[in-house]
């Protein structure tokens, strides 16, 4: 009777977790001043590690590499000519990014402020922000 009582239990669990998992996706918002007007960047993180670029809305279609997704920091490489490389430490919710040329010389640099959203804010905050 237990077991079955245990087996009852985590059968149960198994198909929340599945749901909470799905459900787990951040959404970063993130700022820089660039001379006299500011830049916007703005990303979704899914639980597998998938990383998506979003413009006014709707998701870009760029190709983004995970680097490393531990506690302390996000990095992933937006791949492209340029590449593009970004590093979010989560602990000051500070992002560097490096903007690379095919020859690997830098061509820019910038620090950005970021914050977690809920996707309803996340997704106003995109159009308040749009060209």
């Not at 992933?76 to 430490?89: A, E, F, K």
């Not at 690997?104 to 922000?129: A, G, P, T």
Request: aromatic share 8%; net charge neutral.
């Amino acid at each position: 009777m237990k077991k079955i009582l245990i087996l009852l239990v985590l059968s149960s669990i198994q198909p929340m977790a599945k749901i909470v998992a799905g459900e787990s996706d951040s959404y970063l918002y993130c700022t820089r001043p660039n001379k006299s007007h500011a830049v916007h960047f703005f990303w979704s993180i899914s639980s597998a590690n998938d990383i998506k670029k979003w413009v006014s809305g709707s998701q870009e279609a760029t190709s983004n590499q995970l680097v490393m997704n531990n506690p302390k920091n996000i990095a992933w490489n937006q791949i492209g000519n340029p590449m593009s490389i970004y590093v979010l430490d989560k602990k000051t919710m500070r992002q560097s990014g490096t903007l690379l040329s095919k020859d690997s010389e830098i061509l820019d640099r910038w620090v950005s402020e970021c914050e977690f959203m809920e996707k309803n804010e996340f997704l106003d905050q995109q159009v308040d922000h749009s060209p």
